[in-house]
């Protein structure tokens, strides 16, 4: 039996160090008041695990864990009065660039590595997920007229199914605007719906050595150059790969150069989708199985809406709302981390479910995470021979 408590343990997995030197080179502790950043970091986190609902539930949640403290390295609970200003005014991109250190190393986990595509590019799926606002309380996230919003412009590493960048805009961004800013990596390909059919945008991936994968749009206009056979025996899906060339004046001058278009049947859905890609070489099935990839993204922003907590804020500030989406990732990334590290086969829900019910309890983590369920032997009953006289 362990004298750590569950969080103290997941808390402590964290390299503090790394985060020390941001806080450093940010500047981020002077005039904290006894609130750093350290104790500011693990009170989000506390919000995320426990999903907590105000800075009040944050405040009492970690008071009553008195005489833990000194493990999660905070020497006392902060009252919401400081958690709030602090929020509103300490920097959040703190937050963010420590999501990217611990990305390097938790990132990193074997366990996270997918084999179903036998080519040698990585693989990054790219969409966009939109947190509505009431517009009356967060004035500054302008979306429509009535209606406030954040959007989320996120590339997710197919790989662990974790961001390997996220840019978040006000709710009127465009998709495609919102990707212009994505860091690039050579010979890596990026699969997208329609939304990213800007010939722009591709051509400024094509002309940096980046593969493309993208549903296009309906109306767009070409001409077919050069048909290439499909497999006679399987991959029957496949109804079309050809060559073309766009030939509307605006989309023509934006990508001069040649297309791959495949036209593929969606059983379940009951449909045909059509898409796009510079890739030459790789197989249609190929192709079209990288889009069918796509949905992981859709099922990564179900779970951070589902099972941490950003549908709902603590702050209204911008800063606020911000420290509360990263430390939110921040918080992914760790429970995607220990699922890596488990013998036990986790459902993320699950877990998220189970972390959230045990975690003052005093348990190792590793034992617990391997086997939840084994039941723990009785204790040893001493009988002693009671004397009557």
């Known amino acids: ?78 009252s919401k009065s400081t958690i709030s200003y602090q929020n509103k005014h300490r920097d959040w991109t703190l937050y ?82 919102g990707a212009y800013d994505i860091p690039l990596i050579s010979r890596s390909v990026i699969v997208a719906d329609r939304f990213y059919n800007d010939f722009s945008l591709l051509n400024v991936w094509d002309s940096n050595q980046v593969f493309f994968v993208i549903r296009h749009k309906e109306n767009i206009q070409f001409k077919s150059i050069k048909e290439k056979e499909l497999p006679e025996n399987r991959h029957h899906h496949v109804l079309k790969d050809e060559i073309i060339e766009l030939t509307g004046a605006k989309s023509k001058t934006k990508y001069p150069k040649k297309l791959r278009r495949i036209a593929v049947w969606d059983d379940k859905n009951n449909q045909e989708i059509e898409l796009i890609t510079n890739q030459m070489s790789w197989t249609a099935n190929t192709i079209s199985q990288l889009y069918k990839a796509r949905w992981d993204i859709e099922i990564f922003f179900r779970d951070i809406k589902q099972q941490l907590h950003i549908k709902s804020f603590i702050g209204t500030s911008e800063n606020a709302v911000m420290i509360q989406i990263w430390t939110a990732l921040i918080t992914i990334l760790i429970l995607k981390a220990l699922k890596a590290n488990a013998k036990y086969n986790w459902y993320l829900s699950n877990l998220v479910a189970f972390i959230r019910l045990n975690l003052f309890v005093k348990v190792d983590l590793q034992k617990w995470i391997d086997s939840p369920f084994n039941e723990q032997p009785p204790p040893k009953q001493n009988y002693t021979q009671g004397v009557l006289f």
Do not use: E
């Open 96 to 177: 963010r660039d420590y999501y990217y250190v611990l990305l390097k190393s938790f990132g990193q986990h074997p366990h996270l590595k997918r084999v179903k595509f036998k080519i040698k590019s990585k693989i990054f799926l790219l969409d966009s997920t939109t947190i509505s606002l009431c517009l009356s309380l967060f004035d500054w996230a302008k979306y429509k007229t009535h209606k406030g919003a954040v959007k989320m412009h996120t590339l997710l590493d197919y790989d662990g199914n974790l961001p390997h960048y996220v840019n978040i805009s006000d709710g009127k961004t465009a998709d495609n605007k």
């Open 1 to 78: 039996m362990t004298n750590i408590t569950l969080f103290s343990q997941i808390i402590s997995k964290l390299d503090r160090s790394s985060f020390s030197k941001l806080v450093k080179a940010k500047g981020t502790d002077k005039h904290q008041k006894g609130f750093n950043s350290w104790t500011h970091l693990v009170s989000m986190l506390f919000c995320q695990f426990a999903k907590s609902q105000s800075v009040r539930d944050i405040s009492n949640g970690l008071r009553s864990a008195t005489g833990n403290l000194n493990h999660l390295g905070i020497q006392k609970a902060p």
